[in-house]
């Protein structure tokens, strides 16, 4: 590592150990500690069972209400999936990031989980196992802050995908995206991928973005380009017509990606790269 670099994973460190502890330790801990449950056995219904853990299978066999009895597991697998495509270099959003996940990755620690992280963009571009201790917790930062992507675009569901087939018991899982990964029709391209990780894991959605990806100040003719495509145009800002489509798509858009995650219980957050990230993730935290 250079002299450079090992100083800003340094600096990081300091200032992201120190917030996890004043003020996520505990909050973290209340959150997802003892969320993390294996299967133990199948046991007769009693009166004030939860009946969310009904076996059915088991039930229609024996003729006889069966529930699912579980155990609290002792430390929790926490991933971290990152987007990494082009579009996070917009505005302030990759320092926003950083600082998150070095958050994320010392409140876990603290809380003696492992942590494993997954960089994508239109593919899976790294993934890192989940383990303990302080060398693994900055290596996740200092490839963060070293990593180039090999693809330029964006691909949700490859990440949900690759995070279900890749780790088998249930873990609690942030995912750090702007969600903007829709077809043509707005809809989510990752719906089915997000059902089935949901099912399989505790996943929380972290949305970050740069307030000038969602308005368009009247300026008059600029030249903008995609980020991801690479396709460049000219855009009359000083048009209201253009302003007010641009509005009405980011709502959709918006709309869409919110009904999606509370169509399957995800629990997320909207964090602006110019407001408090700190604010953000505790109410996330209050929330579960």
Request: proline fraction near 2%; charge should be positive.
């Amino acid at each position: 590592m250079t002299s450079d670099l090992l100083k800003k994973v340094r600096k990081i460190e300091i200032k992201t150990r120190g917030l996890s502890r004043q003020i996520f330790a505990g909050e973290y801990h209340s959150a997802f500690k003892g969320r993390g449950m294996a299967f133990s056995e199948v046991r007769e219904y009693q009166f004030g069972d939860d009946v969310r853990n009904m076996d059915w299978n088991v039930t229609a066999r024996l003729n006889a209400p069966y529930i699912k009895v579980f155990e609290e597991e002792r430390e929790l697998t926490v991933m971290l999936l990152v987007d990494v495509s082009a579009s996070r270099i917009f505005g302030t959003t990759v320092k926003s990031k950083r600082d998150l996940i070095a958050v994320l990755s010392f409140s876990a620690s603290a809380n003696n989980d492992k942590v494993g992280a997954l960089f994508f963009s239109s593919k899976v571009e790294k993934f890192i196992p989940p383990k303990k201790g302080r060398s693994h917790l900055l290596r996740i930062i200092r490839e963060l802050l070293e990593f180039e992507p090999q693809e330029q675009g964006t691909d949700i569901g490859e990440a949900l995908i690759y995070l279900t087939n890749a780790i088998k018991r249930r873990c609690t899982a942030f995912l750090l995206s702007d969600m903007i990964d829709v077809d043509s029709t707005l809809r989510p391209g990752w719906e089915e991928a997000l059902k089935i990780a949901a099912n399989r894991h505790e996943l929380s959605v972290i949305s970050v973005f740069d307030p000038r990806e969602r308005e368009l100040p009247s300026v008059g003719l600029i030249k903008v380009a995609d980020a991801e495509t690479g396709r460049e145009s000219w855009v009359d800002t000083s048009s209201r017509s253009v302003r007010e489509h641009f509005d009405s798509w980011n709502r959709e858009v918006n709309s869409a990606i919110s009904q999606t995650l509370r169509r399957y219980s995800i629990d997320s957050v909207s964090i602006s790269t110019d407001g408090d990230f700190v604010k953000g993730l505790v109410t996330l935290f209050k929330n579960r």
